[in-house]
């Protein structure tokens, strides 16, 4: 392959970067009276869309961006779906659209809240939503014009699916961090029931058939399904007829549920790629990684869409009886693109205490051997680099870094041991792994100079490595970061005051003030790139404004974007250039070496 050119003035980084960012996302959601429901940000606005598989018509069902989409249920030909309606606040109101007209409409005027788990009852056309106030968690039922409190539950809880008048989910219902319940609530006679196959054991996502819960559990071990009957509660393993499913052993289950005729489907996955599976037969597919799985009405088919670290996501139709698959929707790398992205591969880094790192890097083929060299610290903590497309990362490979994404402990994907590992302990033995990788970098000989680049918790990472470590790295961006626990806590709803409190194991005032980046801001030496939504109401802005009135004191080289009316989710492609745009254009002065 022939290099291309280095790019060099400003207009060529944003000719590079502006055909990355267009490279749309498809994600899909379901499939519904003939159609797929996918979400994607072709058209630049993360939207609903549809397609027909037998013609590949497709149709855009929604113009302003959505934030979650329940899955489709097959009776239904109504999607249900959230929207923040407080420029970027992420206070929700629920809404359906049809598939096939893409008409959409308001469900039900319910006060603005964070909405963060909805499931569609497609038979009786109601949602079933867990949303937060400032105050207090509750589940909700919202019809078309109408709503109702179901129960406050004031824990992080999620409904996961209904059955008549049975709903399932699973949710923090014991008050101990490191354990999850799962729970039924009868919408008839509002009785509300808690289920664990073992205390302390992990149990998520039920899905429901005929009384029967399907969720995956840790309590004997290792993460694995089990099938939990509500009226006799027997507790089983599911059946599967095939052997495929169990030959790949996954360590987790991404996403699973029934067949309409009450097979088990599952998406296995291990060493950050998954594979698809229906009744423990494996769906075929190209690798990377799948995400949900629909599935016709006859179970004959399955659509779903895939992909890599280095190649951009499609839309696949698999043919479950004839054993091959298709490309619906397609999804080329533009032109200017090929040959800007190297290869990418899965790597195990040792961690300052020997725990082992699950890392994938992606090189890029302008960046040299060694190399200006960037870590990408991901969100959650509970998230994990896959591989699979990442514009974020791969902003950084065309714009010429190698890029080393560590799952450092706390990443899903892994298990439940390893996931669990940093409750107790943010910004302890996780920071090590980041620095883990980061050495990596230099001793295998990849990386020459070292850069960190991080949102959300990703961004809390890189304020903190570049405070605790600051010998390690030439330059830093943190995104929508967090620089101070205490004043977070402070400010936020009652989902977040939640997760901090799991994440802390408990609210440990001392703890937050040592995990804190602003207690470590004196240390900062690289130059430093701020980015954060003006309106961010997960990672608030103003803890960071303090922040930066501590660089300004202090002489740190520091740029510091407020991006106006954003708020912690990119919703639109414009939302993604502003991001990657300021990042690349710092890291091109700061880390990059000068170029003769
Ligand atoms: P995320 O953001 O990485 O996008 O999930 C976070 C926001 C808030 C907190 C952690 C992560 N928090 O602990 O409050």
Known sequence: MVPLPEPSSVSEKVRVLESLVKIPTYSVAGFTHGRVVYVSTAEGVISLWSLNPATREVRRLTRNPVHS??????????????????????LHKPFIVNVETGGEELLADVPPMRIFGLVWDGVRERLIFSAATRSGIGLFMAWRGGYEKLLDVNAIVEPTDI??????????????????ELFTYDIGSGEFKVYTPKEGSVNKAPALHGGKLLFESNFEGS???????????????????????????????????WTPDGRVWAVGEREGRSKPFVDGHEVPSPGGTVGYLALSDDSSRAYYSASSL???????????????????????????????????????????DGLEVPTFVVESPHAGRPGPTVVYVHGGPWSEVMDAWSVL?????????????PNFRGSTGYGEDFRLKDIGDPGGG???????????GVESGLASDVGIVGYSYGGYMTYLALGRKPELWRAGVAGAG??????????????????????????????????????????????????????????????????????????????????PDMGHAAKTVDDIVRVVLPTVLFLDRYLKPAQS
């Open 69 to 90: 989409v329940a899955p489709a249920h097959r009776k239904s030909r109504y999607v249900a779906f959230t929207r923040d309606v407080t420029r970027g606040m992420e």
């Open 163 to 180: 059955d008549g008048d049975l709903v399932a989910g699973f949710g923090m219902l014991k008050g101990n961090p490191l354990s999850m």
């Open 310 to 352: 280095t190649s951009p996501p499609k839309i696949y139709e698999a043919d479950l009886r004839g054993g091959s698959y298709r490309v619906l929707l397609d999804n080329p790398l533009p032109e200017e693109l090929r040959g800007r992205i190297g290869k990418s591969y899965f790597i195990k880094c040792r961690s300052a």
């Open 430 to 440: 996780d920071l090590e792994d980041v620095v883990a990788a980061a050495r990596w």
């Open 482 to 563: 967090i620089v101070d626990w205490r004043e977070l806590y402070e400010l936020s709803d009652a989902l977040f005051r939640k997760f901090i409190e799991t994440l802390f194991g408990g609210i440990k005032e001392g703890l937050m003030v040592e995990r804190s980046p602003i207690t470590y801001v004196r240390n900062v030496r690289a130059p430093l790139c701020i980015i954060h939504p003006q309106n961010d109401s997960r990672t608030p802005l103003k803890p960071v404004l303090r922040y930066v009135e501590e660089l300004l004191k202090r002489g740190v080289t520091f740029e510091a974007h407020v991006l």
């Open 393 to 405: 990362i791969n902003s950084l490979v065309v714009s010429g870094y190698h890029v080393i994404a």
């Open 223 to 257: 993460n694995a399904l089990y099938v939990y009957d509500v009226r006799t509660e027997e507790l089983g393993k599911p059946e599967m007829e095939g052997g495929d499913y169990s030959r790949f052993a996954p360590v987790e289950n991404s996403v699973y549920g």
